[in-house]
């Protein structure tokens, strides 16, 4: 009868031991939603603001485009290197990449990809959208979206365009 209990604590404790930590444990971080209709709005010009968390960065005819995770493209004159000037910010939510070709720059906006005119210095226009084209983002510390927060557990018609991290 020691044997048979032996056995089975040993089968109990490889089967908890060996569930991998994501299985076991939620995420640290909280999705920031956005209302697909506001995403299709969301992309404007605006002032210049403090850089805080830059991703990627892109050089093009003197301007540095600089990308702010999750939140949009700091537009940066860089005519005098030794002076550069943040000259605006372009919301852009759920962004992370951004590729410029001529005038235009794509860009990821949360799922969309969006083409935007920059040929006028200080105003962006949304020339193209391709609705649904990227994954929704998946929090830092994971590799998946947990269940709680998918489609069908959340409201209505909302993307995920950003993580924020959950205080204890």
């Known amino acids: 009868m020691k044997l048979h209990n032996l056995i089975a604590l040993t089968f109990i404790i490889l089967l908890f031991g060996s569930a991998s930590d994501d299985f076991v444990r939620e995420s640290d971080y909280t999705p920031i939603l956005m209302e697909r209709q506001d995403l299709e709005r969301s992309v404007m010009f605006l002032d210049a603001r403090d850089i805080v968390n830059p991703g990627k960065i892109y050089y093009k005819d003197h301007m540095i485009y600089l990308n702010e995770k999750y939140k949009g493209v700091h537009v940066i004159d860089n005519h005098d290197p030794l002076h550069p000037v ?58 998946r979206i947990p269940a709680i927060y998918t489609i069908g557990n959340r409201p209505d018609n909302t993307i995920i365009v950003g993580w924020e991290r959950i205080e204890n």
């Open 86 to 143: 943040n000259t605006g910010f372009i919301n852009i939510p759920g962004c992370l990449d951004i590729a410029i070709k001529n005038n235009n720059m794509m860009a990821d906006n949360a799922t969309d990809l969006v083409s935007i005119d920059l040929s006028t210095p200080g105003l962006v226009t949304v020339s193209s959208r391709k609705t649904n084209v990227f994954p929704e983002s998946t929090p830092p510390d994971l590799d």
